[in-house]
């Protein structure tokens, strides 16, 4: 958890709804199978509190690397290191940042093959990933990227996989973006109550190839096996 996700909604959208400047000057656009250093929108604020939405590329890279050739390996930061990792652990005390979604895919293995799963809220809202973000000084001028901090699966989540996102429920979204002198009080999950709003829809294989999308992908389709957790996500997971 977490190589893949979908996020749909228009700028305007996650523009009210985070109340949020918005600075990705037309070039948001629905994505219903994010892959590793695509594009993204994410919120951050300013010192002075304003909200903005912006465009991030998925794989983080740390201002001080050399290169943003192993972005692909940094698209997750686990919450149990991220705030003592070299990599993530100014970004979490500093730069922290919301990542809107609609929901995400695990795969499950099983004899006959593996399983895709879209999870996802039952009600249809957002649901929001718990990021740290970096710009990074290259040739082509800054680039602004984005991971997403990853704990512990709990519930029938953990029946996919052993991970899952850190999700902020919305009155958590304020705290995360704000300053705090303890970071770590942050990284608690969301209640087992809250985790019970979300479902864990079986969808079809094509969403294993990167270069598909649409809404087809997050279709419902008859499982071929129960989503009962075996040996992860395979060649579609990055740590």
């Not at 604020?45 to 590329?57: H, K």
């Not at 270069?211 to 957790?229: I, K, M, Q």
Request: glycine letters at 10%.
């Amino acid at each position: 958890m977490c190589g893949r996700y979908a996020t749909t909604r228009s700028a305007g959208d996650l523009s009210a709804m985070f109340e949020s400047y918005d600075e990705t000057d037309g070039r948001l656009s629905a994505a219903y199978n994010v892959a590793p250093t695509d594009p993204v929108p994410l919120v951050q604020a300013t010192a002075a509190g304003q909200r903005t939405l912006s465009l991030g590329r998925w794989g983080f890279v740390p201002a001080w690397s050399r290169s943003p050739a192993g972005a692909a390996r940094m698209i997750n930061a686990r919450a149990e290191t991220v705030a003592t990792s070299r990599a993530y652990a100014r970004a979490f005390a500093r730069h922290r940042c919301l990542l809107p979604a609609d929901g995400w895919y695990e795969w499950v293995r099983h004899p006959g093959g593996k399983q895709a799963y879209y999870l996802t809220p039952r009600d249809g809202s957002v649901v929001v990933f718990a990021g740290i973000w970096s710009v990074w000084e290259g040739p082509d001028g800054p680039l602004l990227t984005c991971g997403i901090v990853t704990t512990p699966a709990r519930g029938d989540l953990a029946d996919v996989h052993d991970r899952m996102p850190l999700l902020l429920p919305t009155e958590r979204w304020g705290a995360w973006l704000g300053p705090t002198d303890r970071p770590v009080d942050l990284l608690a999950p969301p209640s087992l109550t809250w985790l019970a709003g979300l479902e864990i829809r079986p969808v079809g294989p094509a969403v294993g190839n990167v270069r598909n999308d649409g809404p087809g992908l997050v279709e419902r389709v008859t499982a071929s096996a129960p989503h009962r957790r075996g040996s992860g996500l395979g060649e579609e997971t990055l740590f």
